[in-house]
């Protein structure tokens, strides 16, 4: 699933470690990184921002629209391209499993459904997308349908239940 949104996403080479933790776990990291008590359903740490931003010059954020994407002509090309940079790591996305769960439940829905669209989400939050404003929201979360699209997920029209106030991006300085 991960890879084929990395390949939606025009990044075919990125890597991204993602660790699914419980509630307690994501309440811990939650707090310790960006001061609120409780769970959220998804973090993304990012290599890309920050003062060790620098270290990995061939991790950029994605364009912020699609059609100026460009994709490689050939896979050779990305193989010679990626070791001539050095590896494209991404971050860390951590989803709480149970609040995946309940999430899903709500919008009776399956969980794998529910986790892919996580990790989509965690995924854009490494790229430096983000939903603080209503446009950013609305543009991530057109981003989202349409990589889910492209991974075979239907995606409810607007992310986890208040997650706007829940989740977020985790700078790491």
Same mark, same amino acid.
């Given at each position: 699933?991960?890879?084929?949104?990395?390949?939606?996403?025009?990044?075919?080479?990125?890597?991204?470690? %993602?660790?699914?933790?419980?509630?307690?776990?994501?309440?811990?990291?939650?707090?310790?990184?960006?001061?609120?008590?409780?769970?959220?359903? %998804?973090?993304?740490?990012?290599?890309?921002?920050?003062?060790?931003?620098?270290?990995?010059?061939?991790?950029?954020?994605?364009?912020?629209?699609?059609?100026?994407?460009? =994709?490689?002509?050939?896979?050779?090309?990305?193989?010679?391209?990626?070791?001539?940079?050095?590896?494209?790591?991404?971050?860390? %996305?951590?989803?709480?499993?149970?609040?995946?769960?309940?999430?899903?439940? %709500?919008?009776?829905?399956?969980?794998?459904?529910?986790?892919?669209?996580?990790?989509?989400?965690? =995924?854009?939050?490494?790229?430096?997308h983000d939903h603080?404003? #209503?446009?950013?929201?609305?543009?991530?979360?057109?981003?989202?349908?349409? =990589?889910?699209?492209?991974?075979? =997920?239907?995606? #409810?029209?607007?992310? #986890? #239940?208040?997650?706007?106030?829940?989740?977020?991006?985790?700078?790491?300085?």
């Open positions: 699933m991960g890879e084929k949104a990395l390949s939606a996403l025009a990044r075919p080479t990125a890597e991204c470690s %993602v660790l699914l933790v419980d509630d307690a776990a994501m309440a811990a990291l939650n707090h310790a990184y960006r001061g609120v008590t409780g769970p959220t359903d %998804v973090l993304a740490f990012s290599m890309t921002e920050g003062r060790f931003g620098a270290t990995w010059p061939s991790s950029r954020a994605c364009d912020e629209s699609f059609d100026r994407l460009t =994709i490689p002509t050939s896979v050779e090309g990305l193989r010679r391209g990626a070791q001539a940079e050095g590896p494209d790591l991404l971050g860390d %996305v951590v989803i709480s499993a149970e609040t995946a769960r309940r999430q899903a439940r %709500v919008r009776k829905r399956g969980l794998r459904a529910e986790l892919a669209l996580l990790l989509v989400h965690g =995924i854009l939050h490494l790229l430096g603080g404003t #209503p446009g950013e929201r609305r543009r991530m979360w057109q981003k989202q349908q349409v =990589i889910l699209a492209a991974c075979g =997920i239907r995606a #409810p029209a607007m992310g #986890p #239940p208040n997650h706007r106030a829940r989740a977020g991006r985790v700078r790491k300085d």
